[in-house]
């Protein structure tokens, strides 16, 4: 080999150390689209609590709120970098008292599309299993809040007792309210019975009169006004407080600046407003935890007012449980 070939060899084997060998381009790595396992875990006193997400969904807004003007809509979600629709978390809050492992709300089924129906996988990346649900409480009986009781048309819960409040349980379990409703509200009914029934043969559904402690810890506190018997939950432990309070409230970047704003789903917007009104007051004046439905997942943070008549939503701040 001449001194030129060799300088030519050298040259050429220092390019393959540098780029690699010749061949063909990789392909890139696909990509996941995924989320991470949707829980989180927070400490309420002695009582764990972990909200757990259902998945989201496009909730198109504009069609279902009342009481604010298109322009005025656009202007409140583009402060947020939203549009219309907007996806929308659906959470259901997983509450150990150390003796009793309740949950409050079940999340849609996977009623509400492919995005949705998360809420057990979730619970047992989160470390449990649905066998171990001692007790079920139920904000309202919307779909989205019911849905998850049953899997493969089989209680999903098979261990656990179902509790609503009376007035929710006689309205959306009365065949005469069913068909005396709109055509377009009947499926509402048809879905609660159908999720409850194997509950109510099993003798496992206990409905509840007024406010009243489920367990200690727990209890439940009537607001009607979304539905007839929609009712909030409070975790109360060692001077510490969260508020659970199901579908008190729907859009975040819209309700919070104005509370009086309301939703079509609710069954008297006068009661539901007068409640959201009065709970985001007392929530921001006291300074307890608050916990949503729709609330972003995690969907737990605290209240504080705004410099005009609204309130300001501040999130859970991410953390390890202590």
């Known amino acids: 080999m001449t001194s030129i070939q060799l300088r030519a060899f050298l040259a050429a084997f220092a390019a393959v150390l540098l780029c690699g060998f010749p061949g063909p381009a990789p392909a890139g790595a696909p990509q996941q689209k995924t989320q991470v396992p949707g829980y989180y875990r927070l400490m309420v006193g002695d009582i764990e609590v972990t909200p757990l997400n259902d998945g989201t969904f496009p909730m198109p807004v504009g069609k279902l709120l009342t009481g604010i003007s298109p322009p005025a809509l656009e202007a409140a979600l583009a402060r947020f970098f939203l549009k219309d629709p907007v996806e929308t978390s659906v959470n259901g809050f997983l509450v150990n008292t150390g003796t009793r492992l309740v949950l409050i709300d079940t999340g849609t089924g996977g009623s509400m599309g492919p995005t949705t129906g998360m809420l057990l996988a979730n619970l047992k990346a989160s470390g449990y299993q649905p066998e171990q649900v001692d007790e079920i409480y139920i904000t309202h009986m919307h779909g989205d809040h019911i849905g998850g009781l049953l899997s493969g048309g089989q209680r999903a ?155 300001v939503f501040v999130p859970a701040n991410w953390g390890l449980p202590h």
């Open 157 to 311: 819960f098979p261990n656990a007792v179902v509790r609503a409040s009376r007035p929710e349980a006689d309205f959306w379990l009365s065949k005469a309210n069913m068909e005396a409703a709109p055509a377009d509200r009947k499926e509402g009914f048809k879905r609660a019975m159908e999720v409850l029934a194997p509950y109510i043969a099993a003798g496992k559904f206990k409905p509840f009169e007024g406010n009243a402690e489920l367990v200690p810890g727990v209890r439940a506190v009537a607001a009607p006004g979304h539905t007839a018997g929609h009712t909030l939950y409070v975790v109360e432990s060692a001077g510490n407080k969260l508020l659970l309070w199901g579908d008190l409230m729907h859009v975040a970047a819209v309700q919070f600046a104005d509370p009086s704003v309301a939703i079509r789903f609710d069954t008297d917007s006068t009661s539901a407003v007068a409640q959201r009104r009065q709970i985001f007051a007392d929530a921001a004046a006291k300074g307890y935890w608050v916990g949503g439905a729709h609330l972003p997942f995690p969907g737990i943070g605290h209240l504080r007012t705004a410099a005009s008549e609204g309130y």
